[in-house]
C-alpha cells in the first residue's frame, strides 16, 4: 500500500495515479488492506447519493454541481456504480461522455465500480472507497448509480444525502415503478423541467411525499435543466440545508450504524469458508428431509 | 408453539387457524420459535416466485396457477409481500381482490407479509415460513412480490422458480427498469398478450436474454392472458421444466448456500445490542476523524 501522505499530496496536485492504485488495491483486498485502512483519518466530507432511472440526466446534472462546486475551489470525487448486467452499458457509456469534460480536470476524479452480485459485497468496499476518498483531500463525494434492482438501495444507505433524479414524462406505470425510490430519497430533483409536464409532475411528487406521511419541507422537490444549469443552485442550497439537518436529527448517527452492521456482515460471510459450506450441503442434502435451520447451527456463535 | 402434527392435521382439512398463529409466532420470533423450527421435516416443496411491476396481472395470474393445480388435487400456499410503503396500497389491495375467489377455499392458504426495512429481515423469516409450509403438507409454495426496490431480488434468492410477468404496454424507460428484473428471472410471463404489441414485446426480451449473454431455451418467455386462462399450461409445463433442470444444473445447491448465508447475517445482526452500539457510536463520534473500521473491530471475532 502506498503511504496515505503522498496519496494526499498526489491529490492535491491534480495527480491520481497513486490513489487509482490504491482503490484497486482496495478493491482486491490485497494484503495490508485491513491496516491501511483502519489507519485512515478521515474528515467529515459529505457523501451525496445520486439516483434515478436511466435517462433521467443524472451525469449532466453531476456536471452541472461540479462545475459549481470547481468555482468554490472544491476538490471532488464521483464513483459511479455499473450495474454488472450489459443491459446497461448503453446508459453507462452515454453518462461517461456526458460527463467527460471533467475527465482531465485536476480538481475531479472520476471512478467506475462494478457492482458485484455478492450479499453485501458493494457496499462494503463503498464504505472502504468513500472513507479512503475522505482521508486524502477531497471536498466533496458523489456516490452514482442507475435507478434499478438493488444497487441504488444500498447507495443510499451510505450516502449523507440521496437525490433521486426523475424526469417529467414518465406514465402510472413507471410512478408506481420509481415508488422504491420514493423511501430513499433525501430530496428530489425533477430535470429536464422545460418540459409541458414539469408542474404537474413535481405537484405529483409533492404529493406523493405527504401520502407518505413526509415532510415536504424536508424532502424538498428542485426543478432543473441541467444542461442549461437551471436549478442547480436550488439544488446545491437544499443539499447544504439536508446536511446541516443531518446531525441535528441524529440521522448521521443511524447512518453510521447501518455502515458498520453493513461492515460486521461482510466480514462474517468473508468468514464462511464457501467450497467447504458447498460440500456439507452436498451431503446434508442428500438427506430426505433436509433442515436448513440445523444445518445453519454449525456457522452460528 | 403448536405442535406440527396438529398443524399439519389442520392443514389437510382447510382448517388454516393453527398455522396462522403459528406463523404470527415465527414472525415475532417467540420464545420457543428456534427449537420449533430446527425440529421442522420439510419436503422438497418448490417455491414459486411470481413479481414484476403493478397492474402486470401477477395475482390474476397465480390465481390461473391455483386454479390449475387445485384441479390436480395439490395444495397450494401463497405468501404475498406488501411492501411497507402506503403507495403500494392500491396495488396490494387490487390484488387482494383479484386473489379473493381462492381465499375461502379449503386447498389455498393465503398470507400477506409487511417487508420490513431492516437488512436481511425479510429474507430472514421468508426462509423460516417457507420452511414451516414445507413441513406442514402443501404441494406448491407462491411467494409474490411487487417488482420494486429490493424486495423482489430478496424474493428470487428464495424461490426454486422467479417468474417474471411484464405486460406489453410498457416504454423504453420502463424496460430499462425492468432490466433490474432481467438478472433474476427465471421464467418471463408475457402476460394481457392479447393486446396489440404483445409479439413485439416477447421478441424483445427474448433478444434482451440473449444480449445478456444467457440461453433462451432454459430463461423460457411465456405468452399468457391469464384473465382467460391462455399460456397457463405453457407455464405450468415451464415451472416444471425448469424445476427439474434445477437439481441437474447444481443451481438448487448455490440457492441453499445463499439462504445459509442470509440466515447467518440474520443471526449475526441480532446479536448486536443496538442501543449499546448507538451509546458507543455517539461517543466515538465525537472525535475529529472518526474512523469506522477501528470502530467495527470492537464487533467481529
Redesign the interface.
Known amino acids: 500500500m502506498f503511504a496515505i501522505n503522498d496519496i494526499t499530496a498526489g491529490v492535491l496536485k491534480g495527480d491520481f495515479l497513486l490513489l487509482a492504485k490504491t482503490i484497486s488495491s482496495v478493491e482486491n483486498k490485497v494484503q495490508g488492506v485491513?491496516d491501511f485502512?483502519?489507519?485512515?483519518?478521515?474528515?467529515a466530507v459529505p457523501i451525496i447519493g445520486v439516483t434515478g432511472?436511466?435517462?433521467a440526466g443524472k451525469s449532466t446534472l453531476i456536471s452541472a454541481l461540479i462545475g459549481e462546486w470547481i468555482k468554490e475551489g472544491k476538490k471532488i470525487a464521483v464513483l459511479s456504480v455499473d450495474?454488472s448486467?450489459?443491459?446497461?452499458k448503453g446508459?453507462i457509456l452515454g453518462d461517461r461522455i456526458r460527463m467527460k469534460e471533467w475527465y482531465l480536470h485536476p480538481s475531479v476524479f472520476i471512478r467506475s465500480l462494478a457492482s458485484r452480485g455478492h450479499?453485501?459485497g458493494l457496499t462494503s468496499s463503498m464504505?472502504?472507497l468513500t472513507?479512503l476518498l475522505q482521508s486524502v483531500g477531497f471536498d466533496k463525494i458523489i456516490l452514482e448509480t442507475v435507478?434499478?434492482?438493488?444497487s441504488e438501495?444500498e447507495v443510499a444507505s451510505l450516502a449523507d444525502t440521496t437525490v433521486v433524479v426523475l424526469v417529467p414524462?414518465?406514465?402510472d406505470?413507471?410512478q408506481?415503478?420509481?415508488?422504491?425510490l420514493?423511501?430513499i430519497a433525501d430530496l428530489f430533483v425533477v430535470n429536464k423541467s422545460d418540459r409541458p409536464d414539469a408542474e404537474t409532475f413535481a405537484n405529483h411528487i409533492v404529493q406523493?411525499i405527504m401520502?407518505?406521511?413526509q415532510d415536504v419541507n424536508t424532502i424538498k422537490v428542485i426543478k432543473t435543466v441541467a444542461s442549461q444549469g437551471v436549478g442547480v443552485q436550488d439544488l446545491i442550497a437544499a443539499i447544504n440545508t439536508h446536511q446541516e439537518d443531518l446531525s441535528k436529527t441524529g440521522r448521521?448517527?443511524k447512518l453510521?450504524?447501518?455502515?458498520?452492521?453493513?461492515?460486521?456482515?461482510a466480514?462474517?460471510?468473508r468468514q464462511?469458508d464457501?467450497q467447504k459450506?458447498?460440500a456439507a450441503?452436498?451431503d446434508a442434502?442428500k438427506s430426505h428431509?433436509?433442515?436448513?435451520?440445523?444445518?445453519?447451527?454449525q456457522?452460528?456463535?
Chains 1, 2 share one sequence.
Open positions: 485491513d485502512l483502519q489507519a485512515l483519518l478521515p474528515n432511472p436511466p435517462g450495474p448486467s450489459p443491459f446497461h446508459a450479499l453485501g464504505i472502504e472513507t435507478g434499478v434492482g438493488q438501495v414524462e414518465a406514465g406505470e413507471v408506481m415503478m420509481k415508488s422504491g420514493m423511501e406523493m401520502e407518505n406521511g448521521n448517527i453510521v450504524m447501518s455502515k458498520v452492521e453493513q461492515l460486521i456482515v466480514h462474517k460471510l464462511i464457501s459450506m458447498e450441503l452436498k442434502l428431509q433436509f433442515n436448513i435451520f440445523r444445518f445453519t447451527n456457522y452460528l456463535d
